[in-house]
């Protein structure tokens, strides 16, 4: 097992033959303790000092650069038509405390059945995407 205590890079500049992956889900983006193995079977413990970022390289040879990719999960998507309708949805989509994530004129929510019930309820045109999701970082104990 190799021992990672921080990311080389935010990025990889070999091709994508010589790059291999290491996926996994967003809530391990958080830890700063866990294991993972990459798509060639090679084991990685992860002792962080700071998270790593979707994308980031976590050890080379000289041959590969392994990467660590955020696995795609379902989200809700809303897409407000307007300044206010942006405001009235953020603050009651904010008033679940559920993560979230503006980007390209979207407001993407985790998947959550109160979600489903507010949209429901407000008549919310949404649809269910399955995105590499990068909530806003706005808690208290987030850094």
Known sequence: MILITHMLSDSSLRPVAEQVELLVERRLFLKRRWRGLAADGTEFG???????????????TNDLDY???????????????SVDEAALMGW????????????????????????????????????????????????AHAP
Request: charged share 20%.
């Open 92 to 139: 009651k989509i904010g008033n679940l405390h559920l993560g979230v994530q503006v980007v390209d004129g979207v407001i993407r929510i985790t998947h959550d059945v109160a979600v489903l019930q507010l949209f429901e309820r407000e008549g919310w045109a949404y649809e269910e995407v399955s995105v590499v999701f990068n909530p806003l970082r706005v808690t």
């Open 46 to 60: 992860f002792d962080l000092a700071a998270r790593l970022k979707h994308g980031c390289v976590i050890h080379q």
């Open 67 to 81: 990467v660590v990719r955020q696995q795609e999960e379902t989200v809700y998507q809303v897409r407000p038509g």
